[in-house]
């Protein structure tokens, strides 16, 4: 069975820094795309970022580009997102998400329960 | 960017109706790489559709998608108690995998 979970959430101040992990297990984690995606408080989905499975391709959202950094630890079965400088409106549930099937070109297929970071003075 | 918007934002439907729902694109979607998620009250969102047609594992087929280019429709055949949620579109074709901002079915 496919598990992905989070860790690494809680409140912070504007401007601080988190760093947010995903441990998975139930499949061969070095074989698929991940991603994080977020959710702000009674707000819908925001892709955040994706990596392949060897980490070759990386992209962001521009509202996070140049303050997010997403990698992964394929010997540990993790992904991480480590977000600097945050703001008030990277308040949300962050879900770490794994591609459905191989290949780079994939729809989120696995779904963790994710974790509440806020941002907050 | 692409953009997705669905329509309508909120569905008011009883138990054993037809819904549709919409999501275009601001500009055509490659190879109909569109996906479909449910999402319940303080749940994970859980993939229905995606490559624009096709059934994930598990899925009724009561729920089906369609469409191509620009325009995409999700269609739950026969309303069951347990669909009324909201549902959102993503297109996975461009490297940044961008989401609709969701219909909400409700009970009418």
């Known amino acids: 069975e496919v598990q992905l979970v989070e860790s690494g959430g809680g409140l912070v101040k504007p401007g601080g820094s988190l760093r947010l992990s995903c441990a998975a297990s139930g499949f061969t984690f070095s074989s698929y795309s991940m991603n994080w995606v977020r959710q702000a408080p009674g707000k819908g989905l925001e892709w955040v970022s994706s990596i392949s499975s060897s980490s070759s391709y990386i992209y962001y959202a521009d509202s996070v580009k140049g303050r997010f950094t997403i990698s992964r630890d394929n010997a540990k079965n993790s992904l991480y997102l480590q977000m600097n400088s945050l703001r008030a409106e990277d308040t949300a549930v962050y879900y770490c998400?794994?591609?459905?099937?191989?290949?780079?070109?994939?729809?989120?297929?696995?779904w963790g329960q994710g974790t509440l970071v806020t941002v907050s003075s | 960017e692409i953009v997705l918007t669905q329509s309508p934002g909120t569905l008011s439907l009883s138990p054993g109706e037809r819904a549709t729902l919409s999501c275009r694109a601001s500009q055509s979607v490659s190879s109909s790489y569109l996906a479909w998620y449910q999402q319940k009250p303080g749940q994970a969102p859980r993939l229905l559709i995606y490559?624009?047609?096709s059934r994930a594992t598990g899925i009724p087929d009561r729920f089906s998608g369609s469409g191509s280019g620009t325009d995409f429709t999700l269609t739950i055949s026969r309303l069951e108690p347990e669909d009324f949620a909201v549902y959102y579109c993503q297109q996975y074709g461009s490297s940044r995998g961008t989401f609709g901002q969701g219909t909400k079915l409700e009970i009418k």
């Open positions: 998400a794994r591609a459905l099937n191989f290949g780079v070109v994939n729809p989120v297929g696995y």
């Open positions: 490559g624009a047609s």
